[in-house]
């Protein structure tokens, strides 16, 4: 028997089915060791020795692959085909040594690069060992990330109370976050002008010119600067008349992109399905798990992680041929088209994600998957197809008009004509401006020399707009082009920024929130070296070149914690005045905007005499008045800011978001006895019991919209049916959280956020999981432990840091330990956390013994 080891259950089942009754497939259900959230992880002084902790989920699946190992003839490790697989294969290896499970029996590593026959076949013929290199630049990122978060966030936490975390990587996008939003607030508007001719042939054929010229001076886009320049071209056109004095035409040729990365995929899928990072990355993970196809269950995309651009080369001959069967020849380019990366630092180890078979067309699988699914496949399925295509064939024209007396005013139309669409008959990129493209639009024909009429001037006014902010997929593209982050990195970093309440998403769009700005603030005025964007990318380029055995990983490190801990060091005598000072500072023109009638924005308004700064407090940071005690006015960070109350409930309590539009009915959002909460339509004789949906712990009636209403409205949502019942799991919010349920059988969800991306791998992995703890009924849910100290010294078993309904407390097993009033959760280590069970085991085992006696006395 050969044992293979995969990540998940669905990929297991599929596998095993190509392979025979010779091959037991086993899922490791992802990572199954990590660094405990505890000092001493990663040990610098011990030449960066890693203690390794395997989490309570993942001990019985560790035990049932050692037990099935001990028996077999051969272990294949067939995690996924990038650094993160390579990892896990690594873990279970070490682990399994550990167990003594080996013994003697060979050990060999396969990759694939999709969940069809052929493939795994080909993987199993081609084995190889642990890429060493790899594993080492797993080691070394992670153990930065440890180094950097474990180091930097307790400085947060002492210096700026309400902040949550640093890390390497997020604290640099979340810098880009609110220096975007920097530049949106300092922004000043520039006014200027426009001036466009209608003008008509001889023909009767209507085109529309620019002004590009005056009076001998070139005309740009911002050169008319006022309505009397205006004016005055207005007037030199009115006076003259209209000539072609020339006309250019070129072939211009227009290339097809390259078939998806995963930060194209990204961004694409918001562009034109509307959806975020995450649920993009749940969707293609199911279509690279598969779906039944004629009998079998098979992939239908390649590996979705990758910064490959390229595809295999009997891919691209089949898609070649594909092109030529439905578009003939003459949309086959001679040579096949092979693409590079500008992205930097990109590895290119995989090939770009594409349809593991281009027959199977967007049409012929649509019936075999939900929507989203279908959606998704489509775009990759006309991506790819297009990237193979010919180019398209344009003319693009150029024609220069003279206009006024005496031709005082220069005119410049444009416009293009498709002689041969190519590529364009199936696929165009999406855009993330709404800008129009005049250069699109089709010209009459004309010749230099020929006479035209004016039938209308347009004289506009415009302003300058601020850059937009960033969204998920925008910021995912601005962090690949600064080499900051990894494929598999990339929608963990946007959900850490959320988690933690430094960002939110408003129209799809991400704004800093106060505690965002405060964090990024404090990092780039005591570490600034550590969110510089270079900074992150030198240091991203460094762990590509460990995985490519050009330099060691603990050289890099040492050179790192080097600087790094000498500067974490010299913060340690910082005074909050030295803070507040940094802060009132970088934050000035946010926290106190000019006013309109010019006062002092920064009096207070209570006493009229004192100043206003930031101050600091136990719940984080907030405006007070420096005349304190005496004058004691506060307010949040943000007056006026998008952060706070800029809308109120309406004096009856209710505020409209908007019109369902299936139904028709209004969507408002209400607070009532048991608080807030989201109504669909009125109380009426058609309508008697509106649909209702309390608002989530953290949720704001003042600022939640249509969409999030909505979603919350169609709860619960149907995540799909379980791959071994065949019956359907939704997912959905109760008196006790978020959770998944089949069956009957619920599983807690870690965020609220989740119930609404939450896919159907993660919910079939969290309903196993249940029900191998023995857990069926709804139950309270367990609280997300804050922070895992490791496992009991004499007793095994994990011991967590929990934040419960009474408080935080320490958990091992059945035993919860209130934590004393001054103790900070994050503050907590091993030895006081013993100290606290053993005292609550004493006391609960002293109360036993007297209910038993007073039970032995009455009897």
Same mark, same amino acid.
């Given at each position: 028997?050969?044992?293979?080891?995969?990540?998940?259950?669905?990929?297991?089942?599929?596998?095993?089915?190509?392979?025979?009754?010779?091959?037991?497939?086993?899922?490791?259900?992802?990572?199954?060791?990590?660094?405990?959230?505890?000092?001493?992880?990663?040990?610098?002084?011990?030449?960066?020795?890693?203690?390794?902790?395997?989490?309570?989920?993942?001990?019985?699946?560790?035990?049932?692959?050692?037990?099935?190992?001990?028996?077999?003839?051969?272990?294949?490790?067939?995690?996924?085909?990038?650094?993160?697989?390579?990892?896990?294969?690594?873990?279970?290896?070490?682990?399994?040594?550990?167990?003594?499970?080996?013994?003697?029996?060979?050990?060999?590593?396969?990759?694939?690069?999709?969940?069809?026959?052929?493939?795994?076949?080909?993987?199993?013929?081609?084995?190889?060992?642990?890429?060493?290199?790899?594993?080492?630049?797993?080691?070394?990122?992670?153990?930065?990330?440890?180094?950097?978060?474990?180091?930097?966030?307790?400085?947060?936490?002492?210096?700026?109370?309400?902040?949550?975390?640093?890390?390497?990587?997020?604290?640099?996008?979340?810098?880009?976050?609110?220096?975007?939003?920097?530049?949106?607030?300092?922004?000043?508007?520039?006014?200027?002008?426009?001036?466009?001719?209608?003008?008509?042939?001889?023909?009767?054929?209507?085109?529309?010119?620019?002004?590009?010229?005056?009076?001998?001076?070139?005309?740009?886009?911002?050169?008319?600067?006022?309505?009397?320049?205006?004016?005055?071209?207005?007037?030199?056109?009115?006076?003259?008349?209209?000539?072609?004095?020339?006309?250019?035409?070129?072939?211009?040729?227009?290339?097809?992109?390259?078939?998806?990365?995963?930060?194209?995929?990204?961004?694409?899928?918001?562009?034109?399905?509307?959806?975020?990072?995450?649920?993009?990355?749940?969707?293609?993970?199911?279509?690279?798990?598969?779906?039944?196809?004629?009998?079998?269950?098979?992939?239908?995309?390649?590996?979705?992680?990758?910064?490959?651009?390229?595809?295999?080369?009997?891919?691209?001959?089949?898609?070649?041929?594909?092109?030529?069967?439905?578009?003939?020849?003459?949309?086959?380019?001679?040579?096949?088209?092979?693409?590079?990366?500008?992205?930097?630092?990109?590895?290119?180890?995989?090939?770009?994600?594409?349809?593991?078979?281009?027959?199977?067309?967007?049409?012929?699988?649509?019936?075999?998957?939900?929507?989203?699914?279908?959606?998704?496949?489509?775009?990759?399925?006309?991506?790819?197809?297009?990237?193979?295509?010919?180019?398209?064939?344009?003319?693009?024209?150029?024609?220069?008009?003279?206009?006024?007396?005496?031709?005082?005013?220069?005119?410049?139309?444009?416009?293009?004509?498709?002689?041969?669409?190519?590529?364009?008959?199936?696929?165009?990129?999406?855009?993330?401006?709404?800008?129009?493209?005049?250069?699109?639009?089709?010209?009459?024909?004309?010749?230099?020399?020929?006479?035209?009429?004016?039938?209308?001037?347009?004289?506009?006014?415009?302003?300058?707009?601020?850059?937009?902010?960033?969204?998920?997929?925008?910021?995912?593209?601005?962090?690949?082009?600064?080499?900051?982050?990894?494929?598999?990195?990339?929608?963990?970093?946007?959900?850490?920024?959320?988690?933690?309440?430094?960002?939110?998403?408003?129209?799809?769009?991400?704004?800093?929130?106060?505690?965002?700005?405060?964090?990024?603030?404090?990092?780039?005025?005591?570490?600034?070296?550590?969110?510089?964007?270079?900074?992150?990318?030198?240091?991203?380029?460094?762990?590509?070149?460990?995985?490519?055995?050009?330099?060691?990983?603990?050289?890099?490190?040492?050179?790192?914690?080097?600087?790094?801990?000498?500067?974490?060091?010299?913060?340690?005598?910082?005074?909050?005045?030295?803070?507040?000072?940094?802060?009132?500072?970088?934050?000035?023109?946010?926290?106190?905007?000019?006013?309109?009638?010019?006062?002092?924005?920064?009096?207070?308004?209570?006493?009229?005499?004192?100043?206003?700064?930031?101050?600091?407090?136990?719940?984080?940071?907030?405006?007070?008045?420096?005349?304190?005690?005496?004058?004691?006015?506060?307010?949040?960070?943000?007056?006026?800011?998008?952060?706070?109350?800029?809308?109120?409930?309406?004096?009856?309590?209710?505020?409209?978001?908007?019109?369902?539009?299936?139904?028709?009915?209004?969507?408002?959002?209400?607070?009532?006895?048991?608080?807030?909460?989201?109504?669909?339509?009125?109380?009426?004789?058609?309508?008697?019991?509106?649909?209702? +949906?309390? =608002? *989530? !712990?953290?949720?704001? @009636?003042?600022?939640?919209?249509? $969409? %999030? /209403? #909505?979603?919350? &409205?169609?709860?619960?949502?149907?995540?799909?049916?379980?791959?071994?019942?065949?019956?359907?799991?939704?997912?959905?919010?109760?008196?006790?959280?978020?959770?998944?349920?089949?069956?009957?059988?619920?599983?807690?969800?870690?965020?609220?956020?989740?119930?609404?991306?939450?896919?159907?791998?993660?919910?079939?992995?969290?309903?196993?999981?249940?029900?191998?703890?023995?857990?069926?009924?709804?139950?309270?849910?367990?609280?997300?432990?804050?922070?895992?100290?490791?496992?009991?010294?004499?007793?095994?078993?994990?011991?967590?840091?929990?934040?419960?309904?009474?408080?935080?407390?320490?958990?091992?097993?059945?035993?919860? +330990?209130? =934590? *004393? !009033?001054?103790?900070? @959760?994050?503050?907590?280590?091993? $030895? %006081? /956390? #013993?100290?606290? &069970?053993?005292?609550?085991?004493?006391?609960?085992?002293?109360?036993?013994?007297?209910?038993?006696?007073?039970?032995?006395?009455?009897?």
């Amino acid at each position: 028997m050969n044992i293979v080891i995969v990540e998940s259950p669905a990929k297991a089942k599929t596998i095993n089915k190509y392979l025979g009754s010779d091959y037991e497939v086993l899922a490791s259900y992802g990572h199954v060791r990590d660094l405990p959230s505890k000092n001493g992880s990663v040990d610098p002084d011990e030449d960066f020795r890693m203690e390794w902790a395997v989490d309570g989920k993942s001990t019985k699946r560790l035990a049932d692959i050692a037990r099935a190992v001990k028996g077999a003839d051969r272990l294949i490790l067939a995690t996924d085909p990038d650094r993160e697989g390579e990892a896990i294969s690594w873990h279970v290896l070490e682990v399994l040594k550990a167990k003594k499970a080996l013994k003697d029996k060979p050990v060999e590593r396969v990759v694939f690069n999709a969940i069809t026959r052929d493939a795994v076949m080909d993987a199993m013929a081609h084995p190889r060992s642990i890429d060493a290199d790899l594993v080492d630049a797993y080691l070394a990122r992670r153990a930065l990330d440890y180094l950097v978060g474990f180091t930097l966030s307790p400085v947060l936490w002492r210096k700026l109370p309400g902040a949550r975390s640093a890390g390497r990587v997020q604290s640099v996008a979340l810098r880009l976050v609110c220096d975007r939003e920097i530049e949106i607030e300092v922004f000043v508007p520039q006014e200027y002008w426009s001036v466009a001719v209608t003008l008509e042939t001889r023909e009767a054929a209507k085109f529309i010119a620019r002004v590009v010229a005056f009076d001998g001076d070139k005309i740009g886009r911002l050169d008319i600067p006022d309505e009397a320049t205006a004016k005055r071209i207005e007037a030199a056109l009115m006076a003259g008349d209209y000539r072609v004095t020339s006309v250019e035409a070129k072939p211009v040729k227009r290339n097809p992109q390259p078939p998806f990365t995963t930060s194209t995929l990204q961004q694409e899928a918001s562009r034109k399905l509307g959806f975020a990072a995450a649920r993009t990355m749940q969707v293609a993970q199911r279509l690279y798990e598969g779906a039944e196809f004629n009998g079998e269950t098979v992939g239908l995309i390649t590996y979705m992680r990758t910064d490959g651009v390229d595809i295999a080369p009997e891919a691209i001959q089949a898609t070649r041929g594909k092109i030529s069967a439905d578009f003939g020849d003459r949309y086959v380019p001679a040579k096949a088209r092979h693409y590079q990366t500008k992205a930097k630092n990109a590895q290119e180890a995989h090939e770009a994600i594409r349809p593991t078979d281009v027959n199977r067309t967007p049409q012929s699988v649509a019936k075999i998957l939900e929507s989203d699914q279908a959606r998704l496949y489509e775009l990759i399925w006309k991506r790819t197809m297009a990237s193979q295509m010919a180019s398209a064939e344009l003319e693009r024209t150029t024609v220069d008009i003279a206009a006024g007396s005496p031709e005082a005013v220069g005119l410049r139309a444009t416009g293009q004509v498709v002689r041969f669409d190519g590529f364009l008959t199936l696929y165009q990129e999406g855009r993330d401006d709404d800008k129009k493209d005049d250069d699109a639009k089709r010209l009459p024909p004309l010749s230099s020399g020929d006479e035209l009429a004016a039938r209308g001037i347009a004289v506009d006014q415009h302003f300058t707009e601020p850059p937009p902010r960033y969204t998920e997929a925008t910021l995912i593209k601005k962090m690949e082009e600064l080499g900051i982050g990894r494929p598999s990195t990339y929608t963990s970093t946007l959900s850490v920024l959320r988690d933690r309440g430094y960002v939110r998403l408003d129209k799809r769009q991400l704004v800093p929130e106060d505690k965002g700005r405060l964090v990024t603030a404090f990092l780039s005025s005591f570490f600034e070296r550590y969110v510089q964007y270079d900074f992150t990318a030198d240091l991203e380029e460094k762990l590509d070149r460990i995985s490519n055995g050009d330099v060691s990983w603990k050289d890099v490190l040492r050179e790192f914690w080097k600087q790094f801990s000498a500067d974490v060091d010299s913060t340690k005598d910082l005074r909050v005045a030295e803070v507040l000072d940094a802060l009132n500072e970088l934050l000035g023109p946010y926290v106190f905007p000019k006013k309109e009638d010019g006062s002092d924005p920064r009096l207070c308004p209570s006493c009229g005499e004192g100043k206003l700064s930031l101050k600091l407090g136990k719940f984080g940071a907030f405006i007070g008045c420096s005349n304190y005690p005496e004058c004691r006015f506060t307010r949040q960070i943000a007056e006026n800011s998008e952060n706070g109350n800029g809308t109120e409930l309406g004096t009856d309590g209710v505020r409209k978001l908007g019109t369902d539009p299936e139904t028709g009915f209004d969507v408002t959002a209400r607070t009532g006895r048991f608080g807030p909460y989201v109504q669909l339509g009125e109380a009426d004789e058609d309508n008697k019991k509106p649909k209702r +949906a309390s =608002l *989530p !712990k953290g949720w704001d @009636p003042v600022a939640i919209d249509l $969409d %999030q /209403a #909505l979603s919350l &409205l169609a709860l619960p949502r149907e995540v799909g049916l379980h791959p071994e019942t065949n019956t359907m799991i939704t997912a959905g919010i109760g008196r006790y959280g978020p959770f998944v349920l089949n069956e009957g059988t619920y599983a807690n969800l870690d965020s609220v956020e989740e119930v609404f991306s939450v896919g159907l791998n993660r919910a079939v992995t969290l309903i196993a999981e249940k029900k191998a703890g023995g857990g069926r009924g709804r139950g309270r849910a367990t609280p997300k432990a804050l922070k895992t100290l490791g496992e009991h010294p004499s007793k095994g078993g994990a011991i967590t840091v929990r934040e419960g309904r009474y408080g935080p407390y320490v958990n091992h097993g059945k035993i919860n +330990a209130t =934590l *004393p !009033k001054d103790v900070a @959760p994050e503050s907590v280590e091993m $030895d %006081q /956390a #013993l100290e606290l &069970l053993a005292a609550k085991a004493k006391k609960g085992a002293g109360r036993g013994k007297a209910k038993g006696g007073r039970a032995s006395k009455s009897s």
